[in-house]
């Protein structure tokens, strides 16, 4: 048994249980809940990484397809937008689909040559102006239909939990799909390429208001707890209100977010199970020797490329996961909210703090990193009123540090980053 470990995870609950104390439950169950999704995320991202050496910079992508999964999976179809332009819309999308496999077909077949690029060309042209010709008025029907509350097609009516293993599913498939093109590329060129993919998929989640409404967002999403509002009618809600002695709308509050809490808990336990299962069994031991050692992997007959693929797949499956976990979490789907660059560069300290190449360190760094992140203002503020204390209360500096105090969260997690890296570069828990 390693108690170093275990010591580790019991400071961090000491921390969440500190912050209940002193701020408030309902707020370290939040904090929970965001540090098991967080959690979630950089198992991914560490599945990619610590198993095969995958540089992904287009986490959020892979996230924002899965929140996108709950949208078309659990949200109620809309009626009117379907008969405006749903059928439309389909057939636009199959000829776009036609197009670019007739114009693959092409590529494969004919010899190479001029007729072979002319071919292609006139195939891209011609089916980009028949797919406008048909989606585009179908897309203004579907948008203008009760704009205010739809504008959208909606989605299939299903059970919301529904919706997580099919965002793992759509996140893996865009992953195949990714792979299957950029995983020949060097390490740094993938990087860009996963970039770029990651705000194409954010820029078509915004402005195809179609299929998410983009910028208006989908808001009142099925959730997978009762609402506070909802936990306030049941008698023994209200009976453990009372012999707790806590208000009625903070007690619903707490309950729902530990709701929360035990789902995403669930997951993350069948997560780390079946990781490590995989990370020890031969498999593993084979993923671990094609990253440290490609040329030497190829020499013994593996497939690199397509073992890339697979792990590729797998982690970006986990992420997408995540996203859909998130999204039900918040109850909305905020297509602006994923920043790629900012929420990535976190993804990558949690992993890199917890320990790349070992699970458990990515769980620990998921709920560190996330912990620091969140707490990082108030401290901040309480630090900054501590220093200008001696200064009066109408200062300009003083007013200013203070105002400015939520930006002190990046300057701790770039101090925590050189900090690891310059006395455990391998991590609070390393890899074996």
């Known amino acids: 048994m390693n108690y170093r470990n275990i010591s580790l995870f019991g400071i961090v609950f000491i921390l969440l249980v500190g912050v209940g104390f002193v701020q408030s439950w309902s707020v370290a169950f939040a904090l929970v809940n965001l540090c098991l999704l967080s959690s979630v995320m950089a198992l991914g991202v560490n599945i990619q990484w610590g198993y095969a050496g995958l540089f992904n910079v287009g986490i959020m992508g892979f996230t924002a397809i899965g929140g996108l999964a709950v949208v078309l999976v659990s949200v109620d179809p809309v009626p009117a937008a379907w008969s405006a332009g749903g059928l439309g819309a389909l057939l636009g999308l ?221 982690g970006s499956g986990v992420c997408g996961l995540a996203g859909a976990m998130m999204v039900t979490l918040d109850g909305q789907l905020t297509p602006g909210s994923y920043e790629p660059l900012r929420f990535t560069f976190l993804m990558w300290v949690m992993v890199i703090v917890g320990g790349s190449g070992n699970n458990w360190g990515s769980v620990l760094g998921g709920f560190v990193i996330w912990f620091l992140w969140v707490q990082a203002e108030p401290l901040g503020r309480g630090a900054m009123e501590l220093l200008t204390a001696g200064m009066a209360e109408d200062n300009a500096l003083r007013l200013h540090l203070i105002d400015q105090s939520a930006h002190t969260r990046l300057i701790m997690m770039g101090a925590a980053l050189l900090f690891m890296l310059r006395f455990a570069p391998r991590g609070l828990i390393p890899e074996r």
Do not use: C
């Open 94 to 314: 199959a000829l776009g689909a036609a197009t670019i496999l007739i114009a693959i077909a092409i590529w494969k077949r004919l010899p190479k040559g001029r007729a072979r690029v002319l071919s292609m060309i006139a195939t891209l042209v011609i089916g980009y102006a028949l797919t406008r010709a048909v989606f585009a008025p179908a897309r203004d029907a579907i948008s203008s239909t009760n704009p205010a509350t739809e504008g959208f097609l909606g989605g299939a009516g299903l059970p919301v939990l529904l919706a997580w293993p099919v965002g793992a599913l759509f996140a893996g498939g865009l992953a195949w799909v990714i792979g299957k093109i950029s995983l020949g590329l060097r390490s740094d060129y993938l990087a860009i390429a996963t970039l770029g993919i990651s705000e194409i998929v954010i820029a078509v989640m915004k402005f195809e208001g179609w299929l998410s409404r983009g910028v208006n967002n989908v808001a009142g999403l099925p959730r997978a707890v009762p609402r506070p509002v909802d936990l306030q009618a049941y008698p023994w809600v209200q009976s453990l209100s009372d012999s707790a002695g806590i208000d009625i709308v903070e007690m619903a509050s707490i309950i729902e977010k530990l709701g929360y809490a035990i789902l995403f808990s669930v997951v993350l336990v069948i997560l780390i199970v079946l990781s490590e299962l995989a990370l020890k069994s031969p498999w593993g031991r084979m993923m671990r020797a094609i990253r440290d050692n490609e040329v030497a992997a190829r020499a013994m007959g593996k497939d690199v490329k397509a073992r890339h693929l697979m792990i590729f797949v797998l």
